[in-house]
């Protein structure tokens, strides 16, 4: 049984950085897609970051292109989401999900992609 736990999440002000973990069970990350992805009140969850090839590939949305960096330790089972400079904007819960496939062109346009979802960890930007 695969289980996503995410941790990390809290209150900064802006300017501020964080760090959330994902850890994976019964899931070997291989060459599989995983994402983070987020959520605003009232908004659709959206993309943030994924990482593909083992590792090797990593994609970002515009909107934090240079501020985050999504990183995987395969030995630990974990999956990173480094955050800095962070925004008012960034606010949302902050959700990591898992793909038994590799990475296709939708693996930030469709949820379906993604087999297996953590709870989320909510993440509080103040200005």
């Known amino acids: 049984q695969v289980q996503l736990v995410e941790s990390g999440g809290g209150s900064v002000q802006a300017g501020g950085s964080l760090r959330l973990s994902c850890a994976a069970s019964?899931?070997?990350?291989?060459?599989?897609?995983f994402g983070w992805f987020r959520q605003a009140p009232g908004k659709e969850r959206e993309g943030v970051a994924i990482i593909y090839a083992a590792g090797v590939g990593t994609y970002y949305a515009d909107s934090v292109k240079g501020r985050f960096t999504i990183s995987q330790d395969n030995a630990k089972n974990t999956t990173y989401l480094e955050m800095n400079s962070l925004k008012p904007e960034d606010t949302a819960m902050y959700l990591c999900?898992?793909?038994?496939?590799?990475?296709?062109?939708?693996?930030?346009?469709?949820?379906?992609?993604?087999?297996?979802w953590g709870q989320g960890t909510q993440v509080t930007v103040s200005s």
């Open positions: 999900a898992a793909s038994q496939r590799p990475c296709s062109r939708y693996a930030f346009s469709r949820l379906t992609e993604y087999n297996y």
């Open positions: 019964g899931y070997t990350f291989s060459r599989n897609c």
